[in-house]
C-alpha cells in the first residue's frame, strides 16, 4: 500500500453533521478536495445551499440535507434519505455543536437543553443511526467525533458545554468497543483554541488572543482547517487500528500549565 494509499479518502462517502459552517465547513471542503463525495446537514437550508455552492470538490459536488440534531426523532429518515441517495456511508464526521458562555448558576433549564440535546443527545443518535447503516452495509467504517479541550481541563462560563463534550468522550469509548466486531471505528478530536464564526468576537479582544497565545505553546490560536489533517487519518486506513481514542489537536494547550515565571 502506497503512502497515498493509506490516507487516501477518494470516493469514500462522507456525512458531516454541523458541516455548513465553522469546523464542519473545513472538514467538509478538506474532505471534498481529496476526492470524498461529502454531504453536509444542518438546520438552516439556505446556509446550506450556501456552504454547497463555494466548496469546489475534486471528484464530486458537496450536497446537503436539512437536520436539526437536536430533534433526535428526525435523524433516522434524513439519514436513510442519503443512505438512498448514495448507496452507503463510510464515514461519519460528528460535529454540530453549540455554546452559551455564562455564570453556572445564571443557566435556564431552556439554556442547558438547549446545549445537551444538540451536543450529546444529537450526536449520540446521529451515530446510533449511522452506525446501524454501517453494521447493516457489513463494510465497517469510521466515526469521528468532535470533542474538546474542555474535557481536559473545563474553562470557566462553559460548564455546560464542557459536560456535554465529557459525554461525548465517553460515548466514542463506549461505542468503539461495541461495534470494534463490526469494524466499525469510532474516535474523537478534540480541538484547542479555534477561530471560527461563533468565536471570532471572542478572540478578536486583544487581552484574550494575547492570553490565548500565551497558553498555546506553538504560539496562536488555531484554525478550522488545523484539524482536518486529524480527521482524514481518523477515517483512512492509516488509522486502522485505532478505535475508543481522542486526539488533542489544541496547539499544545494541554501539555501543561504555562505560568508567568522567568527561566534562566
Known amino acids: 500500500m502506497s503512502s497515498d494509499d493509506l490516507f487516501s479518502v477518494t470516493d469514500k462517502v462522507v456525512l458531516v453533521s454541523g ?3 465553522g469546523i464542519g465547513r473545513a472538514l467538509a471542503e478538506g474532505f471534498a ?3 470524498a463525495r461529502v454531504i453536509i446537514t444542518g438546520r438552516e437550508e439556505t446556509t446550506l445551499k450556501k456552504t454547497c455552492s463555494e466548496i469546489e470538490g475534486s471528484r464530486h459536488s458537496v450536497e446537503f440535507a436539512v437536520c436539526d440534531v437536536a430533534k433526535a426523532e428526525s435523524i433516522p429518515a434524513v439519514v436513510q434519505s442519503i443512505v438512498e441517495k448514495t448507496g452507503r456511508i463510510d464515514s461519519l464526521l460528528n460535529v454540530a455543536g453549540v455554546n452559551i458562555r455564562k455564570r453556572v448558576e445564571t443557566y435556564s433549564i431552556e439554556e442547558y437543553d438547549f446545549i445537551i440535546n444538540i451536543n450529546l443527545k ?7 443511526a449511522v452506525g446501524k447503516q454501517m453494521i447493516a452495509q457489513g463494510t465497517g467504517g469510521t466515526i469521528v467525533n468532535i470533542d474538546s479541550l474542555n474535557t481536559f481541563s473545563p474553562l470557566k462560563g462553559v460548564i455546560p458545554y464542557a459536560m456535554s463534550k465529557a459525554g461525548l468522550g465517553i460515548m466514542t469509548r463506549g461505542m468503539g468497543m461495541e461495534w470494534g466486531d463490526h469494524g466499525i471505528r469510532v474516535n474523537a478530536i478534540a480541538p484547542g483554541f479555534v477561530l471560527t464564526d461563533l468565536t471570532q468576537k471572542l478572540w478578536s479582544e486583544p487581552t484574550m488572543k494575547e492570553w490565548g497565545k500565551a497558553n498555546t505553546p506553538l504560539r496562536r490560536i488555531g484554525e478550522p482547517d488545523d484539524m482536518v489533517g486529524a480527521a482524514i487519518f481518523l477515517a483512512s486506513a492509516a ?13 499544545g494547550i494541554t501539555c501543561g500549565t504555562q505560568w508567568p515565571i522567568p527561566l534562566s
Do not use: L, N, P
Not at 122 to 128: D, I, K, L, S, V
Open 19 to 21: 458541516g455548513s459552517r
Open 33 to 35: 478536495k481529496r476526492g
Open 122 to 128: 444529537g450526536a449520540f443518535f446521529m451515530a446510533q
Open 239 to 251: 488509522s486502522e487500528y485505532m478505535t475508543g481514542q481522542v486526539i488533542y489537536v489544541d496547539g
